[in-house]
Structure formats: C-alpha cells, structure tokens
C-alpha cells in the first residue's frame, strides 16, 4: 500500500530525488572516507613523527568535512521539498477526490473518518516520507561502504562483522517483533481513553442526570490503568534495547582491538588501520540502527496509506455522463416516474414506484413518519442518490443526464441541519450567488424572518459566524440556511425539514412571506409538523416509502385515514373536524 | 467569497500540537516537576543510576586507548634492541638524528626488544569490555526505573484531568467550545506524555554525558580538552540560532496546519451545501492556497531543522581534524600517547552527539511545556462550590413525594444581566409544568436550575420540603427522570445505554422499558437485538430512533420527578402518538416538567411558565394565561387557531 502511493507520488520528483540521491552518496562516500585519512596520519604522520604529512593531510580533511557538510545540507534541502511537496500533493488529491463524492460515498467513510484521512493520516506519511528519504540512501551506502572498507582495510579482521552484524540483526528483529504490536495495543488503548473522556464531556449533562460520575470515573480508571500498563511494558523494553545495542557495538569495538592487537603484534596490519576498522564497525552498526528507526515508523505510516488510498481509490457513485444534455429552460419543473430507491444490499426499498409532478409556482409538502423516506426522496433531486429505478426528471431533462453542476445551479437546497460556514452572516448569504448585492440579502433576511436579528447583531451583514454557525442559535441558523437558499434564486427549492427549531408564531410568518419570495420557484417542503405545510398546494403523504396520499389538507383529511391521524395527533380532534 | 478567516479560535483547537509560544514556561516546568515530587526516590534513584552509567561508559573509552598504548608500546619496542634500557634506546635514537621519534618514546612506557604484551593486552580489554557491560547494565536499570516514573505521572495526570471533569460546573462546558476542552485532554496530554517519556530520561543521560566526557577528555588532556572546548559554544550558537528560525516556522507550520484542517473539516462536514450551492471549484482553489502556504512553511521548517544535524557535523569533524593534527603533534612529540589520541577522537566523537540531542530535545521539552500549561490551566479552572456533607436526606424513593418548591429565586448567567428574578413556583407531587415560549427563550435554564446544573444566586428551591442547599447534587439529581434534547448515546450496546440509569436492571426490565418507549419492535429487527453495539456518535440509529433509545432510558430510570426537554421533536407524529399515551402513563403519580413546542400536549397542564428573552413572563394554567391576552395567548392563536381556522375551511368547502 504504502509503496505504492509513494511510487505514484513521488514520481514528479524523480528529478530531485536523483539529485537528492546522488548528494547523499556523496556525503556518505565523504563520511567513510574520513576515517581512512586518520589512519593514513596514524600510520604516515604520527609513527613517522612527520608532522608535515599530518598538517597536510589534515587540510585536506577539513576541505572534505566541508564538501560534506554541504552536500548534507544541500541533501536536506531537497529531502524536504520532496517529502513536503509529495505530502501536500496527496493532501490535494484526497480534498479534490472527496469533492466528487456523492452522499453515499460521504456515508460510506463518515465525516469525521474523512476528515482524519486528509489530514492527520497524510501528515503520518510525510513524516516517513521525510526520514525514510535522507535515511535509506544513507544507511544501506554506509553499511555496504563500511563493510568494503573495513574488508579492504583488514580482510582478516573483518570476519568480526559476520558475528556482530547478524547479533545486531537478531536483537532488533526480536525487540521488532515484541514491540510493534505492543506499540498499536497501546495507540488503541490511547484511543480508548480519549473516547471516554469525549463521551464525559458531551454527554456531561446524562451523566450529571442520571448520577453516573462514580462508574464513568471507574469505566476512565480501568482504561487508565490499561494504557498505563501497555506503555510500561512499551518503555521498558525501549529501555532494554538502546543499552543493549550500545554493548553489542562496544563490546565489537573491544573484539576488534583484541583481534586486531594479534594482527599488529604479527606485524599484518598497520596499527593506524585498527583505528580505522573502529570507526567503520561504528558507522556500519549505525547505519542498522538508522534503518531501524524508520522500521518503527513503518508500520503506522503503512496503516495511513491504506486509509489514504481508500478514499483515493474510491471512484464517485455519482458521476456525469459522456454527453451530458442540460435543460434548455429552467422551469422549475420536478417530476418523479416509478421512482423506487433502495440501498445497495439491503431487500426492502427505501422508495417503492413513486410517480408524481411538481409544477412550478406550487408549494409541494412531504409528510411522513420517521424512516417513511422523506429526506431520500429530497435526496434524489440534486441527486445526493441516484434512483434504482425509474427516473427522476427536473426542468424536463432526466437528472442523470444533465451536468451535475448544472443540476446545482438550478436548486436551492435547504438541510435538515443548518450548517454555516466560518466567516460573516453576507459571506454566507453570498454561497450560492456571491455577487448578489446587500439589498438582496436584506430581501432575502425579511422573508426568512431574519432581517430582525441580523440588524441587531454587531456589524449586520458583517457580524462575525463561527464554523458551523455556533455562535447563533438553531432557530437563527435555520433561518440564515433558507435566506441563503432565497438569495441564490434557484427554480426549485428543497425544505428538508427544517423549520424545526422555530417556534410556531415565527413558523408561521415565514411560510406567509415564503410565498411571495419563491415565487414562480418549485417549493418542496418536508416537514414532521402538519402546521408548517397545510398550506401547501399539493400535500404528499408518505408511509413506509409509499405514497398513500395526495392533495390539499382538506381532500387529505377525508380522503386519507394516515393523514387524519397525524392531524388529530398534532392539532387535536378540532382540527380535524 | 473566500470560506473565511479561520481565525486564531480555530488554530487554537484545530492544530493537532500546540503552538510552542508559552506565556510562563518557568512557572509551567516548576510546576510540572512538583508532579514528580512523591515519586523523588525513584527520580534520585534514577538519577544515580544514570550517573554510574555514564561514569562507567566515558571510562570506556580511556581503557581502549590504554589497550592501543600497549600494542603501540609493544610494536615501538620490538623495533628496537633487546637488552637495551629505554634511555639507552632514546640516546640511541637521538644520535642517529630521530630526535622526534625519541621524544616520542621519551613518553611511552617501553622496553626495547619486547613486543606486545598480549596477557596485559587480554586484561586491559577484559576490563573494558566489563566496563561497558556495567555501564550498559546501569542505563538500562536506569531506563526501567524512569519509565515507571514518567509512566506513574502521567497516569496520575490523566485521573486529575477526569475527576476535574466531573468537578467542574457545567457553565464550564456551556462556555468553552468541546474541541477545545477536548484538545486539551486527548492531544496536549498526549503530546505531554511523548515529552516526558522520550525527553526527561535522554535529557538526563545527554547532560550528564556531557559532563562526564568534558572530565575524561581534561584527565586525558587538558589541551585537547580546551580544542573541544571551544567547539561546544560554537555548537551551542549554531543550535541556538537555527533553532530560533526553526522554531518560528513550526509554529507556523503549526498555524497553518490548524487552518487547513479548519477548512477540510468545514468543507467536509458542509458537504452537500458546498456541491448543491456550487462551491466545489471556488473551495478546491481556496484549499490549494492554504495547502500551498503549509508546504511552504513546513518546507522551511522540515529544512532549517535539519541543517542543525549537519552543521553539528561539521563542527564535530573540525574538532576531530583539529585533534588528529594536535593530538598528531603531541603524540611525535612524546607529550601524549597514541591510545590518548584515539580515546580523544571517540570523546569527541560522544561529544557532539549528546548536543545535537540536547537541540532536539529543547524542542520536543518547549512543545511539551507548551501541552503542559494548557492541561494545568484547565486543571486550574473554577469548580463546583463544595457541597454540604449529606445526612439529611434519605432519598427520594423513600420520601416518594415529589414536591418542588421554588422561593424568590434569582439567577443570572451573567452577574450584569438580569435574567430570572424573584420567581415562585409551587408544584405539588403528580402536577405537570409546562414551560413555553419562543426559539432561545431560555427554557433550559429552568432545566438547568431545577437539576442543579447551576446553583441560583439567590431564594431556595426546596424538594419535598427540603433545601437543595441541604441535599448533595446527587441527592438532587437522583429524584429526576430526563429526556433531554441531545440524544446523547455511549459506545456501548443498547441494553447498555437503555441501563444508563439503573446500571442493576434486569433484562426484563430492559425489554419492558423499551417496549413501553416503542421501540422494542425496532431494536429485535438488528441483528445483535439488544446487545447491538452502538459507535460514539451512534451513527446506525437515526435521530428518532436514537429518542426512542433516551426515552426508554428514562422509562427504566422511574424517578419521582420528570423533565421532557422537546423530548419528541424529531420523532415521527405516528410514533409520538403513542409515546404521549405511554407518558401520560408514566406521569401517573409523578411530577414533570414538560418542555415543548405543541401546545396541544401542554393544555392539561396544571401550570404553564411562559419565557421570552430569558425571562418568566407569564404564569398560571391554560384559561388564566388565554384570559391575559398575553404572549400566550399570541403564542396559542398562531398556531392553533389558523390550524382549527384551515381545517375547517378546507374541510368545509
């Protein structure tokens, strides 16, 4: 998974990362070449006692450590354009990708899931990126240089390696193996306790209520302890392993002056190349532990990319066709022919043969009982869900064949929750018409029954709006969400329920000046209060997917027993007399 | 239209690590080592431990010099006749014109025609290798013991954060955004815990390694030492510096980051607005800017970071040339044996790197610290007013009355803005109260008082003749039954979030309840029934379902008092039918309080609080508010007079 979305995304960078490659093998070349000086001033300059050799040779070193310095930095400088740059491409694409979804899609992964993905899972990757490209050309040139060298430098000695190496090898394999699956225990078990504290927060008002602070205090305990424990048993063995590396590597310094002694006392190998062969075993046991330390990234950059690459390689439900056609008029006209909808998967259908027309200039109402299929049926207008079959039919042109974008322009879509965007009541407003002018967006404030407020709020049309519209209240923010429909002057609009929060005197103004303000527009309404809609022209009454009634309240109250009964319930027996 | 100015609010909560600007770092980091003080024996413990190790591990070096001076001896020696003394042999030399190399030998413990001492070689070494093996032995006890330290803080940390939660008022909560609460006790004390776990022990180690290599390397040489010497501020600077410019682009990087996840987060959660209003291409421009200005600033960052482990090379390498060609000199000149020349190199070589680590680790210890004063400051906020010890009381099941009673009482959010004043209320057990009026007319506050969310300014409420004042807030809240407006669920199955109240009920009782809230059917239709696992947010019940759930809930609870806060509101009218009947039931007997839009189910009520703006408006039953002509009485006409008016119109024609 991981390799290959770093294939894909790192190819535009094939160009840098030559270039950062090949700095990199200069730097390292340069790094192992340093030792071999010191030894030729042990051996040529110091044993000699020429102090010459040693001043000269010691110029010529410090010109090398500069060159390498430089390459380093040079190295660093492309390593994080390379890493930042791949990261910040793949962020865009996740962003644009996730554009193109369709509500299914949205569904399919969840908000909050997509949001983790295109932000913290990304920001995971980027962090290996940026480590494993400095540290695997690195460490693999350092290990293979080191072993040439220190081979070429005392062929003898080096049979060291074949015991140290694979000692080193085998520990870290063995600490990986105990210690990765300790590490995710513990990341669930991080999870885990901050689910309880997210759940002690939000739902601080139930727990007060129901006098449940003991057991959520007991519930937090255990998974303290848990993570305590996990994370003990994860450090310790961290704790184990630096110490033992560091004797793996020592006590091989100590072999090779040992063995090495021999080799000198036999007069087989200059003493100055025994310093020399210390400074490659280093380098060659620091090279393991480089490529260690990204292994311990690998496996949570790896688990990001998977997540990554699922939502890239999720192709939209929703797309537009080759050719697509788009209306030649924008009546408002909406009609629905055996329309049935049913998720994938699932036996019954949400939406069972729904037939019926919306003409323009007419308030249209849906009313239902929870799960009766309301929403999914608004849903299929702007084609949120595509009909399982039959067709859905907006100003004449079947919905699927028209630009989606197309589609959008010609609807002013209303949620059951009102969500605002961050920045000013105007800049909010202005969503679906940005260059609608001041006037219009008071217009539109009037008819939502929102002028009031807006014109008391600090600023007016400028006042400040907080991410999701939380600084105002429900009610404020469903009458914002409707001006800013009415601002748009779309040819249907789409009311998914959403004069809930509004009291009823407020409810009723609204649906008086509604009338004037979508005028020649297709209304449809959704709505659970039979106050809000009996107005409507045409009411659509749905149970179980099914409509089981049409017409106004009052052919409806004698026509249609479901209809009566929701009345009665709502407006008591009066109402429907 | 840009989606707006993500201004610093968002940063604050959006950002997944703080920012690193903190406003009192010392006061923080005192306060932060005052959490280690009950565990001081341990930390001394460590401490010694980490001493012994690094005292054993820079002797390391020094012993494989001396392991080098013997070879070096031996192979010097047997260039020379046997039988000769050293004198002899440097008088030799210096005839022959090899003054250097009889300087040399001046200082080196030699005899002439013998070679390397192979058993003082063995034991020079086997010392070493004891050495390091101590030394190692040492760290990793030190290590061990750090990691319970650290561990046994944090853990004591996070149960102070938890029982704070339950400590604090829930003005609290009703005023500081969750993100940001929540950021506080997941992130920063995540980051918190990486701080310590990875910073304190290596800091330790890095400073004591410092010191203990600075010693050797002064034993070994005091001119060498002062070569190296003067590297360290020249390391020190070049840190310093880099890590000044470094830190202002993580902190913007930070910055960004917090704006950007702002921004996917909005356009995420505003999905289908952003595709129906036509937003798509205008965001995806808006987000390439931002996504462009992270990379920008976390460029710069990721590569000024990074310059440091170079330059710190760069110096580290001058040292090493530096000490080859000095220690070169003085070795020729006899000063300094070849073994204190590589021990040197090696010290050298340890030097730099607990610098670099120094740099790295100030930086994780500023973010940490920067975590650590947001965590102390929420564990600094204001709690609940202590309660008096509870005794009175013997709770409402044994009273089983159910009388409130409220006496002139007075309450404010906002010690300046008058909101509830002087306010009666006498309900007796079995009496609904029905509270009405418009959207935001603080209708909760009544809510918020009668459960003893807040505490009132002023007056007394008395349940079953006693004063709150008197009781716990359990003993208050355990005489009320809720529905509230957030269909608030747990992970956890839903016989689990049904036994919220009565964690003891039966499995029956569980069934009963959810049969009486009508939504047994529904549950028996999934797969799992009852013990159907429900996510955190409870994304698999829709919002009817998930009232049903808290209805059932507070059906189980069977307290003597009830509050429905709009508990039906999104429920659907057919289901609502029923559910009315079954409350009408359950009200048998018990006092409620009933918050609602439908004015259909508050005309029986005994007594009808009227709000608008904050404030108690109008008081008193059904006829008696229609006789005031009053807000009520507006409030009853529009809407259902206009119902009754239609209905009958269109009935009629």
Request: a neutral charge; proline letters at 4%.
């Amino acid at each position: 998974m991981l390799t290959r979305l770093l294939r894909a995304y790192l190819r535009p960078y094939g160009g840098q990362i030559v270039i950062l490659a090949s700095l990199l093998v200069a730097q390292t070349l340069g790094n192992l070449y340093l030792p071999n000086l010191n030894a030729d001033i042990i051996n040529n300059g110091v044993i000699k006692g020429n102090l010459h050799y040693i001043l000269s040779t010691g110029e010529f070193m410090l010109l090398l450590t500069l060159l390498v310095s430089i390459c380093a930095v040079v190295a660093v400088y492309w390593a994080s354009r390379v890493a930042m740059g791949a990261g910040a491409d793949i962020r865009r694409d996740v962003f644009t990708r996730v554009q193109t979804f369709s509500a299914r899609d949205m569904n399919h992964f969840g908000t909050a899931s997509l949001i983790t993905r295109n932000t913290n899972d990304i920001q995971q990757i980027q962090l290996f990126l940026q480590m494993a490209l400095t540290m695997m050309v690195i460490a693999p040139i350092m290990c293979v240089g080191g072993i040439v060298l220190a081979v070429s430098e005392g062929p003898t000695l080096s049979t060291l390696l074949l015991v140290a190496v694979p000692v080193m090898a085998l520990f870290i394999g063995v600490v990986m193996v105990k210690v990765v699956p300790q590490f995710r225990s513990m990341q669930i078990k991080i999870d885990r306790i901050n689910q309880v504290l997210r759940e002690q927060i939000t739902g601080v008002r139930v727990i007060r209520a129901f006098v449940r602070n003991e057991s959520e205090a007991s519930r937090f305990e255990g998974a303290n302890a848990d993570l305590t424990g996990t994370a003990l048993r994860v450090n310790r063995i961290f704790a184990l392993a630096l110490p033992v590396m560091m004797v793996i590597l020592n006590l091989s310094s100590v072999a090779v002056v040992w063995f090495g002694g021999r080799l000198v006392s036999e007069g087989s190998m200059p003493i100055g190349n025994l310093t020399a062969f210390l400074s490659y075993i280093l380098q060659i046991l620091m090279a393991v532990m480089m490529a260690v330390m990204v292994a311990i990234l690998l496996p949570r950059a790896a688990a990001s990319a998977e997540r990554v690459e699922q939502v890239l390689e999720t192709a939209p439900v929703v797309t537009d066709v080759s050719s697509p056609t788009n209306p030649t008029e924008r009546t408002g006209l909406v009609r629905f022919e055996n329309v049935s909808f049913s998720y994938p998967g699932s036996e019954r259908p949400v939406l069972a043969d729904l037939t019926f027309s919306l003409e323009p200039g007419q308030t249209s109402a849906i009313i239902g009982g929870t799960g009766s299929g309301k929403t999914t049926l608004l849903n299929l207008i702007p084609r949120f869900f595509d009909a399982t079959t039959g067709q859905v039919v907006v100003n004449n042109v079947d919905v699927r064949i028209q630009e989606q974008e197309f589609l959008w322009s010609s609807i002013g879509f209303v949620p059951q929750a009102a969500y605002l965007f961050s920045g000013t009541v105007a800049s909010n407003l202005r969503l679906g018409r940005p260059e609608a002018t001041d006037a219009a967006l008071w217009q539109a404030l009037e008819v939502a029954q929102a002028h009031d407020f807006v014109a008391a709020m600090p600023g007016g049309l400028d006042a400040p709006i907080d991410q999701g519209g939380t600084n105002v209240s429900g009610g404020q923010r469903q009458r914002l969400s409707i001006a800013r429909a009415l601002v748009k002057q779309p040819s249907v609009y789409l009311f998914d329920d959403c004069f809930s929060a509004l009291d009823a005197a407020t409810d009723a103004r609204l649906r008086g000046a509604l009338k004037a303000g979508t005028r020649g527009a297709s209304v449809i309404i959704v709505a659970q209060r039979v106050s809000t809609i009996m107005n409507a022209d045409r009411i659509i009454v749905l149970d179980d997917g099914r409509i089981v009634g049409m017409g106004t309240h009052g052919e409806l109250l004698t026509s249609c027993g479901p209809y009566r009964e929701i009345v009665v319930s709502q407006l008591g027996e009066d109402a429907a007399a | 239209m840009t989606m707006g100015p993500m201004g610093a609010m968002r940063a604050m909560h959006g950002a997944a690590v703080p920012g690193l600007m903190s406003r009192d770092p010392r006061g923080t980091l005192r306060r932060l080592l005052a959490r280690l003080r009950p565990e001081r024996v341990k930390v001394l413990l460590a401490l010694f431990l980490g001493v012994a190790s690094v005292g054993f591990m820079v002797m390391g070096p020094k012993i494989l010099g001396n392991a080098t001076n013997v070879l070096f001896n031996g192979i010097v020696g047997k260039q020379l006749s046997p039988g000769m003394t050293k004198e002899q042999a440097i008088e030799l030399l210096k005839a022959h014109g090899q003054g250097q190399i009889a300087s040399m030998i001046s200082g080196m413990n030699i005899t002439p025609g013998v070679g390397v001492n192979i058993n003082e070689l063995g034991r020079v070494l086997g010392l070493a290798a004891l050495v390091y093996l101590f030394g190692a032995a040492f760290s990793y006890l030190q290590g061990f013991t750090m990691a319970g330290v650290t561990q046994r803080v944090m853990s004591g940390l996070r149960r102070d954060i938890e029982e704070k939660l339950s400590r604090l008022p829930l003005r609290y909560f009703d005023s500081h955004p969750h993100g940001d609460v929540l950021s506080r006790v997941t992130n920063d004390i995540d980051n918190l815990t990486t701080t310590l776990q990875q910073g304190l022990s290596q800091l330790i180690t890095s400073v004591l390694t410092i010191a203990g290599v600075m010693g050797m390397m002064l034993w070994i040489s005091p001119l060498l030492a002062v070569v190296s010497v003067v590297t360290i501020p020249l390391a020190l600077v070049v840190t310093l510096l880099i890590a000044k410019r470094s830190q202002v682009q993580f902190a913007a990087q930070w910055d960004q980051t917090g704006t950007l996840n702002g921004l996917v987060e909005e356009t995420h959660t505003g999905h289908q607005l952003v595709q129906v209003f036509g937003r798509s291409r205008a965001t995806i421009d808006e987000f390439s800017r931002q996504n462009t200005r992270l990379y920008e600033a976390s460029f710069r960052a990721q590569f000024l970071s990074g310059v440091i482990q170079p330059s710190m090379q760069f110096i580290a390498n001058i040292n090493y040339v530096a000490i080859a060609v000095l220690g070169g000199y003085r070795v020729a000149s006899g000063v300094l044996s070849l073994g204190a020349v590589q021990a040197f190199i090696q010290y050298s070589r340890q030097f730099t790197m607990p610098i670099t680590q120094i740099a790295s680790q100030m930086n994780m210890l500023q973010s940490g610290i920067a975590s650590a004063e947001r965590v102390f400051e929420f564990l600094d906020a204001e709690e609940e007013p202590p309660e008096l010890p509870s005794a009175l009381y013997a709770g409402p099941q044994a009273s089983g009355a159910g009388s409130v009673r409220l006496e002139n009482v007075r309450f404010r959010y906002e010690p300046d803005k008058p909101l509830i004043e002087d306010f009666n209320l006498d309900v007796a057990p079995g009496q609904t109260v029905a509270i009405v009026g418009p959207t935001g007319a603080g209708k909760t506050t009544i809510v918020n008082l009668l459960v003893r969310f807040y505490e009132i300014d002023a007056g007394r409420i008395l349940l079953n003749g006693i004063d709150y004042r008197d009781l716990t807030r359990d003993e208050v809240r355990s005489a009320f039954g809720m529905v509230l407006q957030d269909t608030w669920m747990f992970a956890g199955s839903i016989r689990d979030n049904i036994g919220y109240g009565r964690p003891e009920a039966s499995d029956a009782e569980i069934v009963a309840a959810a049969k009486a809230a009508y939504v047994d059917s529904f549950v028996r239709t999934l797969p799992d029934g009852y013990a159907t696992v429900l996510d955190e947010e409870a994304s698999n019940l829709s919002s009817g379902q998930k009232q049903l759930l808290t209805i059932a809930r507070a059906f189980l609870a069977n307290q003597s008092i009830l509050i429905l806060d709009e508990a039906t509101s999104n429920v659907d009218t057919r289901t609502e039918v029923l559910i009315q009947q079954a409350m009408a039931r359950l009200r048998e007997g018990r006092t409620s309080f009933v918050i609602a839009h439908r004015l259909s189910t508050i005309r029986n009520a005994d007594t009808i609080i009227v709000m608008d703006a904050g404030h108690i408006v109008e008081q008193g039953d059904h006829h008696e508010l229609l006789g005031h002509r009053g807000l009520y009485y507006s409030l009853y006409n529009s809407q259902f007079i206009e119902a009754a008016n239609n209905g009958n119109h269109r009935a009629g024609s």
